[in-house]
């Protein structure tokens, strides 16, 4: 079992960036494939990026490409979501999950078994 923390959210300028991170408690959190999604008000939750255990395979919803950037540091038991660019349209909680189903889609919420509570980003215009 692992436990996961987010941080780093915040308000930001439109154009700005921030470093969200995913702590997480627990043995063996190298083994688990981690994901982003986030959740406007009012809509549904929503795939933003993953990473493989090692870190070589990294996945982006398109809204997000080229603007967020997804690593992990299993040294500190952390994966990082680098945000640059930020546009309004990305204000939402910002959560991370953990799955070791290594068959299952990176895509989906209801792969991951653990979740953070999450952590707001808001981008004013």
């Known amino acids: 079992q692992v436990q996961l923390v987010e941080s780093g959210g915040g308000l930001v300028q439109a154009g700005g960036s921030l470093r969200l991170s995913c702590a997480a408690s627990?043995?063996?959190?190298?083994?688990?494939?981690v994901g982003w999604f986030r959740q406007a008000p009012g809509k549904e939750r929503e795939f933003v990026a993953a990473?493989?255990?090692?870190?070589?395979?990294?996945y982006y919803d398109d809204s997000v490409k080229g603007r967020f950037t997804v690593s992990r540091d299993n040294a500190k038991n952390t994966v990082y979501l680098q945000m640059n660019s930020l546009k309004p349209e990305d204000t939402a909680v910002y959560y991370c999950?953990?799955?070791?189903?290594?068959?299952?889609?990176?895509?989906?919420?209801?792969?991951?078994?653990?979740w953070g509570q999450g952590t707001q980003v808001t981008v004013s215009s």
């Open positions: 990473i493989s255990w090692s870190g070589g395979r990294t």
């Open positions: 999950a953990a799955s070791l189903d290594y068959s299952g889609s990176y895509y989906y919420a209801k792969e991951y078994d653990y």
């Open positions: 627990g043995r063996s959190f190298s083994n688990y494939r």
